[in-house]
């Protein structure tokens, strides 16, 4: 007998369907049949929770906006310093997709679409909260005491996504998130040695 599981709940369920559905395929060819059957509800369960496929990516990519950034915050807060902060964030950030490999598949599907929509809207305040986050860190990097050499900010923030996403376009291709773990690290010790500082 299926568990009754409340609204919410239940709402969770099919979002997280959705995203281990998007490990394998295109979200634009994943159907609510598909992700009725990987949850074990008939499809007009689905539309019980969402009116149509685009609300349930809308609320997959709120998902990911918010446990990415509380993510990032968990790791920064557990740094010492602001560089240790920015190698903590890419380290989280590699983990994030490691355990979630279908949400680069919906990040890059949303982007690439021309028109602007809400889950569009929802990547877009994503990254500019990361770009954000990384700024105030690379600020407090170069204050007295911290690094010794003054980046370019703009440009540091820029790299550091750029390497993440470079990353996470590698284990796309090779269908091995995992392999993004060997790596971070090497791949991080460049990005200092570009700002400056010793890795």
Do not use: C, N
Request: positive net charge; aromatic residues 6%; proline residues 5%.
């Amino acid at each position: 007998m299926q568990t009754r599981l409340s609204t919410e709940e239940r709402q969770a369920e099919i979002v997280a369907a959705a995203l281990r559905l998007a490990r394998e395929s295109s979200p634009a060819l994943i159907t609510t049949g598909d992700i009725a059957a990987a949850i074990g509800i008939t499809q007009g369960a689905v539309f019980k929770h969402f009116p149509t496929k685009d609300a349930i990516w809308l609320a997959a990519m709120r998902w990911v906006r918010e446990a990415l950034l509380q993510a990032l915050a968990s790791a920064q807060d557990r740094a010492a310093t602001p560089l240790e902060a920015l190698a903590a964030l890419f380290r989280a950030h590699v983990e994030f997709v490691v355990a979630h490999p279908g949400v680069p598949r919906l990040v890059f599907h949303e982007l690439q679409q021309a028109a602007d929509s809400p889950a569009k809207r929802e990547v877009r305040a994503l990254l500019q909260a990361y770009r954000k986050r990384l700024l105030d860190l690379l600020a407090q990097a170069d204050a007295p005491g911290h690094s010794g050499r003054a980046p370019d900010a703009e440009a540091a923030a820029t790299a550091f996504i750029g390497l993440v996403q470079g990353l996470v376009m590698q284990s796309m291709l090779t269908g091995r998130a995992a392999g993004m773990r060997q790596q971070a690290d090497p791949v991080f010790a460049l990005y200092l040695r570009g700002l400056g500082v010793a890795a």
